[in-house]
């Protein structure tokens, strides 16, 4: 077989055998490289092709991010102070990783529990690129688009976002507002779907449950 040989750019001398058939003429026509550069230029190529990804990683990743208010947006669980909630923010850690499919952070006005669950949910997005952006509810906003017209855009979307089976769910605040029959309904089926599928559900209230149980109707205030 017919050998080329020549000198790469760095001037060692290099032969490679002729490449033959169709297409040849362009593999025939490309530069000699020795081992070394060939190396480092693969090693190059690589780099080049991380760098890419991580960019791309990080506009989804802020893509993703719009979800949430735009206040909390960016917020990491590793950036919040540690101070008398360890073991909540360790909590959060577990649900972000996947590690928890249900978690709950009760507690007064004040502290913390929305930014803990926002920067939860910046975490889980940062891990898992690749899976069901998640859906961020605000309660008091999810009743009131549920009051709406049968045919309402609004109410569709939420009753979607509510009721999906593959991107976690964040209800936040549920406590405030009082849902009517329909909305209690909704989001039982809400919780009780998240169960049932493993979907992953994140919620924040300042009330405790038995609470929260007197400004329900019933039977679903109970149930949830």
Not at 175 to 186: H, I, L, R, S, V
């Amino acid at each position: 077989m017919t050998t080329i040989t020549g000198a790469c750019t760095c001037g060692t001398e290099v032969s490679r055998e002729q490449a033959e058939g169709l297409g040849a003429h362009i593999l025939n026509g490309m530069p000699l490289r020795c081992s070394p550069c060939s190396a480092r230029d693969s090693e190059i190529s690589e780099t080049q092709e991380r760098l890419e990804q991580e960019q791309l990683d990080d506009r989804r990743y802020a893509g993703k991010l719009q979800v949430l208010p735009t206040a909390l947006r960016g917020r990491r669980l590793n950036e919040l102070d540690t101070d008398g909630r360890a073991d909540v923010l360790d909590s959060a850690r577990r649900w972000a990783a996947g590690e928890l499919n249900g978690l709950v952070l009760l507690g007064q006005v004040g502290r913390g529990k929305t930014t803990i669950a926002a920067a939860a949910v910046s975490d889980y997005i940062a891990q898992h690129l690749d899976r069901p952006t998640p859906r961020w509810i605000q309660a008091t906003l999810a009743f009131s688009n549920l009051a709406r017209g049968f045919r309402d855009p609004e109410r569709i979307d939420t009753i979607n976002a509510l009721t999906g089976k593959q991107s976690p769910l964040v209800l936040d605040d549920i406590d405030k507002g009082k849902p009517n029959t329909g909305a209690a309904e909704t989001l039982f089926l809400a919780i009780d779907l998240a169960m049932t599928n493993q979907r992953p559900l994140l919620a924040t209230t300042n009330l405790m449950p038995s609470e929260l149980v007197k400004s329900w109707p019933r039977p679903h205030g109970e149930a949830i």
